[in-house]
């Protein structure tokens, strides 16, 4: 395929894991900023501000669109080591997926509890990426017909799981907890481990994100790839709407509200921890749609800034949570805490003001790594960043 083509496929992927690490960053300066107003997996609507809640539903795009472009990443990096593809592939995945997790439980849990030793560890959303790239590892080898089942099953019926549950200290406490059901596993006096990202879900995302990748192989007219995206993703919307309207699987149910505005707020309050059904069809489904989006304007200049970030993610994901650590506590130190127990902004609009001021600081720092990077690429460690 042209180098131009290439290029013009895999900006359409860097652009919009850029857009849903932009919303990341959105999400964390709220959790740094803004936590003196919590909110939950689902929201409370009553209680939770319609500026406040639209924000927090932008960030669940981030985490089913990483995963699954991490699978789609896969296959394309197999696909140019040509007959040995699969073999490069699964031993790069187990690989940075060992890395993943060994990064998460050190340098980011760090980041979130400045504790060392650490007495909590939250396993979150780069320890999910590793395991899922672990599993995807021996999974690939799988038929692809036989990969896309194993997919669709582990996200459409992971709920039929969800009144299953394990007392600790029950031998399945600790495995299911790992997979299914998150809590907190007490590894002694004062360690603790939390599974914030139950991982059976999100093997199905990866899975499906890796059989998508021939999709965007070499000889795959645009056009054909822009109809199938097209396809999956207003038929996933389409299948939310459906389940959600019918209200009887695929989530917690919703009720209306006092208001249309909560009621429509409601009716998106979907469930993270794990990702429900209804969660994925309707992040995914918006995720394909975006993706069809940039891959129909190749070098559309507004999409550069998003394909810079998305070239470095896991360098700005250490930087940026550092970055947001430092900066709570010298306003702490110079401010005081002025929401009880807490520095904070005194609404959202400070939450995306700090989060528009912060991405244009970092794109400078974050295109010059993604410019050596992409330069040296003799330097076999940076493939892990």
């Known amino acids: 395929m042209p180098a ?3 290029t013009t496929r895999l900006g359409a992927i860097d652009s919009l894991r850029g857009l849903v690490i932009v919303f990341m960053l959105l999400d964390h300066v709220r959790e740094t900023f803004f936590l003196h107003q919590q909110v939950t997996d689902p929201m409370v609507v009553a209680e939770t501000p319609p500026d406040l809640f639209f924000s927090r539903l932008l960030a669940h795009l981030c985490a089913p669109v990483f995963v699954f472009l991490t699978g789609l990443s896969a296959f394309l990096y197999g696909s140019r080591h040509g007959d040995a593809g699969r073999a490069a592939a699964s031993a790069f995945l187990f690989k940075r997926g060992l890395f993943l997790v060994l990064l998460e439980v050190t340098v980011v849990n760090f980041a979130w509890t400045f504790q060392f030793p650490p007495a909590k560890v939250f396993l979150q959303v780069i320890w999910v990426i590793g395991l899922s790239m672990i599993a995807l590892s021996a999974l690939l080898w799988l038929p692809r017909r036989a990969l896309i089942a194993m997919g669709v099953v582990l996200v459409a019926g992971h709920n039929l799981l969800d009144t299953l549950h394990f007392p600790a200290g029950h031998p399945m406490y600790v495995p299911w907890a790992v997979l299914h059901d998150r809590g907190w596993i007490e590894l002694s006096e004062s360690l603790r481990l939390r599974t914030s990202y139950p991982l059976l ?22 056009a054909q790839r822009q109809r199938r995206l097209l396809g999956w993703g207003l038929g996933l919307i389409a299948g939310f709407m459906v389940l959600r309207t019918l209200n009887f699987y695929g989530d917690k149910p919703w009720v209306s509200g006092e208001t249309g505005l909560q009621t429509l707020m409601g009716f998106v309050n979907i469930t993270k921890y794990p990702p429900s059904l209804l969660f994925i069809a309707l992040t995914l489904g918006i995720g394909l749609l975006l993706l069809r989006a940039f891959d129909r304007r190749p070098g559309a200049a507004w999409l550069r800034p998003l394909a810079v970030f998305g070239a470095a993610p896991m360098f700005f994901y250490v930087l940026h949570l550092y970055l947001l650590k430092f900066l709570y506590l010298g306003a702490e130190a110079i401010w005081g805490r002025n929401h009880g127990g807490y520095f904070g902004f005194d609404g959202m609009g400070g939450v995306w003001l700090c989060t528009l001021v912060l991405a244009v600081a970092l794109y400078p720092v974050v295109k010059s790594f993604a410019a050596f990077k992409a330069r040296r690429r003799d330097l076999a460690w940076l493939k892990y960043l």
């Open 4 to 6: 131009q083509a290439t």
């Open 201 to 222: 879900p999100w093997i199905g995302v990866i899975a499906l994100g890796y059989a998508a990748g021939p999709w965007f192989g070499t000889g795959v007219d645009a």
